[in-house]
Structure formats: C-alpha cells, structure tokens
C-alpha cells in the first residue's frame, strides 16, 4: 500500500484530528465528522487503502466501493439530520488525497443554493458532548 508520509489522511496526524473526528471505517473510506458544524451533520469520507489523489486511479472495484460507502454514510447523515439536500464535494488542491465532503443543506440556513465555504469566517463548533451524541447516532445508522 502506497503511503504519502506529507499527506493528513495517510499519516491521520493531528492535521485530521483537528479538524475532524472519526465515526467508522468503511469499505475503503474512512467516515468522519467535521469538526465545524455551520452545516449540521458536515461529514467527509476519505479513501483509507493507500495514497490515490484521483478517482482514475482506483481500479473498477475501489471505485464501486467508494460510492457504496459514500451512499453508506450519505444515508446515516440523511437518517440523522434530515436535510433538505447533501451536496457532495471533492476538491484536492490543498488535500491531494481523494476524499469527499458530505455537506447537509438546509433551506432556511447558510448557503442553500450556493457552495458552502470550506471553512466559514464565522465557525460554529459543538460541545464534546455533542459531538459524542452525534457521532453515536451515526454510528447507529451506518
């Protein structure tokens, strides 16, 4: 397995643990909770099976994977949040490493039919309580 030693989801150094908190490994992703909340249930799933920077690089059954898993962990926050849409994104410029954030709109609340901002100049972040309460019922609806 190829490993990036500079790249956060490879190493899951304190880069990821700032940022985000672990929910699940999955087929081939890694499920985690965005640590910034201005869009309840903001999630990321990241590719955990080596460094690959882009989707061409996954064989046909990695790729195949990675959508299950992202329907996976679409569906839970779906279950828990209840948002009007989930918007799917995928950068990479500042991450090259293929991972996918899972964002929930809401009609009524930041950014409904704009791109949500990476990290919002107003960040709104959770009590560790309720990142435990979240975290769980996620986990309970993988």
């Known amino acids: ?19 985000m908190i672990e929910i699940a490994e999955l087929k081939v992703t890694t499920f985690f909770f965005f640590k910034e909340q201005t869009h ?6 990241a590719y955990n099976k080596g460094h690959k920077g882009e989707l061409f690089e ?22 828990v949040f209840n ?11 500042k991450g090259p490493h293929i991972h996918f954030h899972l964002v929930p709109k809401y009609k009524d609340e930041a950014k409904w039919g704009a791109i949500f901002d990476m990290m919002p100049e107003e ?17 309970k609806a993988l």
């Open 123 to 139: 960040k709104k972040f959770l009590e560790d309580s309720q990142y435990k309460t979240h975290i769980e019922a996620l986990r």
């Open 40 to 45: 309840p249930g903001r999630c990321i799933v």
């Open 1 to 19: 397995m190829n490993i990036d030693k500079n790249c956060m989801y490879c190493t899951r150094d304190h880069r990821v643990s700032d940022l």
């Open 83 to 93: 948002p009007d849409k989930l918007n799917y994104a995928s950068f990479g410029d």
């Open 58 to 79: 996954l064989d046909t059954q990695e790729r195949h994977d990675l959508m299950d898993d992202m329907a996976k962990a679409s569906e839970a926050i779906q279950k």
